[in-house]
């Protein structure tokens, strides 16, 4: 068993949350995202995190790992939460504490859904409506 499972495991033992799943393809993305309790991405590289931000939007809090792509779009403990990649007992234990604390839970998901609007398609499409009017 990895470390990341032995730490989340023994964490969970006596917390009312006990399933985790992995989210299968895109189409049942939404879903899945819907009912979850934490959105985890622990990845040793990430181009931009579309999926970060979705979770976001759903007002899922995020335990992402502290990757580029992924760095400029998480405030770090603000509305995410940021782990060393590679790192499976801090995954463990961000995880653990965001399950395990409310109200730090509403706060994070608060910020990270305003946070979550600044990479809206509406938003984006009003960006380069803006940066063609300016060059025109």
């Known amino acids: 068993m990895t470390a990341f499972l032995k730490v989340l495991r023994s964490g969970l033992a006596s917390a009312t949350h006990r399933r985790v799943r992995r989210l299968p393809a895109q189409r049942a993305f939404r879903l899945d995202l819907a009912a979850a309790d934490v959105f985890v991405l622990p990845s040793l590289w990430e181009g931009f995190g579309i999926?970060?931000?979705e979770a976001m939007a759903a007002g899922v809090p995020v335990v992402v790992s502290r990757v580029d792509g992924v760095c400029?779009?998480?405030h770090d403990g603000?509305?995410?939460v940021l782990v060393p990649s590679n790192d499976p007992e801090k995954l463990g234990q961000a995880i653990l504490e965001l399950l395990n604390d409310g109200e730090r839970v509403k706060k994070v998901v608060a910020s990270a859904s305003k946070r979550a609007e600044e990479f809206s398609i509406n938003r984006?499409?009003?960006q380069v409506q803006a940066l063609y009017e300016s060059v025109t």
């Open 51 to 53: 999926a970060v931000v």
């Open 78 to 80: 603000q509305d995410g």
């Open 124 to 126: 984006a499409v009003a």
């Open 72 to 74: 400029e779009i998480i």
